[in-house]
């Protein structure tokens, strides 16, 4: 993790984020919305959110394409192992 932070510390913040889902249950306990959340993994300031029917690698590739095309890219993306981004 040192090696990572000095990476960041070199290149600035907001380049390397940190991908979320949010579950939103309903008064029935049925999924209403999820909210996917980028936080820059420096400063934990959420730098984009995105609604989505479910947590789905289709709407991870939606939100980040909107994030690109207004921010640019960032230098990397990284999430906790759910099954969505296994091969």
Not at 15 to 22: G, R
Not at 32 to 55: C, P, R
Not at 62 to 80: F, N, R
Request: glycine share 8%.
């Amino acid at each position: 993790h040192g090696f990572i932070k000095a990476v960041q510390d070199a290149l600035g913040s907001a380049n390397w984020f940190k991908l979320m889902a949010l579950i939103m249950i309903g008064l029935k306990g049925e999924l209403q919305m999820l909210l996917l959340v980028f936080i820059d993994d420096a400063t934990s300031k959420i730098m984009w959110m995105h609604f989505n029917h479910a947590e789905t690698a289709e709407g991870y590739f939606t939100a980040i394409e909107a994030y690109i095309h207004l921010y640019g890219k960032p230098i990397a993306w990284y999430s906790d192992k759910h099954g969505i981004f296994r091969v």
